[in-house]
């Protein structure tokens, strides 16, 4: 069965993609999370429970003056079906159908120290000459892999740290 989600996701996916407002669709589901996400009392508006269906209706319909109709009615309908607290989820979801539909591939790089600038321009180059597709690059330091990089790919991870090759001689020392 699949979650709720994907199928939320999906159908605003092909319902934005039909009407060719893909990216004004994206742009806008990741405005409205965000500021859910930042405003708590907003957060408590859209997903709380003490409200009404009318009453939070009421209240999209005054914040979302400049929405396109195909998202606002996505909410409307969220609100409607009591889906409003699977957004964010929903929101992820959305942004991987559209990431794979513009063959965008989420790569993130980890390493015990700062990477310069053109290595990890390197890494980036040489996985899109890998697989075809256009790769959206993050970099980030974290010193308890005591050093090599850690990859994510978009759902796979190479771990090439010196912790993991340390955790791995220990496993074995343990076995032996």
């Known amino acids: 069965m ?31 999370t965000e500021a859910l996400d930042e405003n708590r009392d907003l957060e408590v508006f859209f997903l709380s429970p003490y409200f009404s269906t009318d009453e939070i209706k009421a209240g999209l319909e005054r914040a979302l003056t400049d929405a396109d109709p195909l998202f606002s009615n996505f909410l409307a309908l969220a609100i409607e079906k009591h889906r409003m ?7 992820r979801r959305f942004d991987v159908l559209c990431d794979h539909e513009n ?14 600038e053109q290595t990890v321009e390197e890494i980036g180059r040489r996985i899109e ?12 330091v974290d010193p308890e892999i005591l050093g090599g990089i850690v990859l994510r790919v978009g759902n796979s991870i190479l771990d090439a740290s010196i912790r993991d090759r340390l955790e791995q001689l220990r496993k074995e020392v343990a076995r032996g």
Not at 4 to 29: H, K, M, P, T, W
Not at 85 to 91: E, F, M, S, T, V
């Open 129 to 140: 000459e890998q697989t075809g597709e256009h790769v959206e690059l993050t970099s980030k």
């Open 103 to 116: 063959r965008v591939l989420p790569v993130e790089i980890t390493s015990a120290v700062a990477l310069g």
């Open 85 to 91: 607290p699977a957004l964010n989820l929903i929101r």
């Open 2 to 32: 699949q979650e709720i989600e994907d199928v939320y996701a999906r159908a605003l996916f092909e319902a934005a993609q039909e009407a060719g407002r893909l990216d004004i669709v994206r742009e806008q589901l990741a405005a409205f």
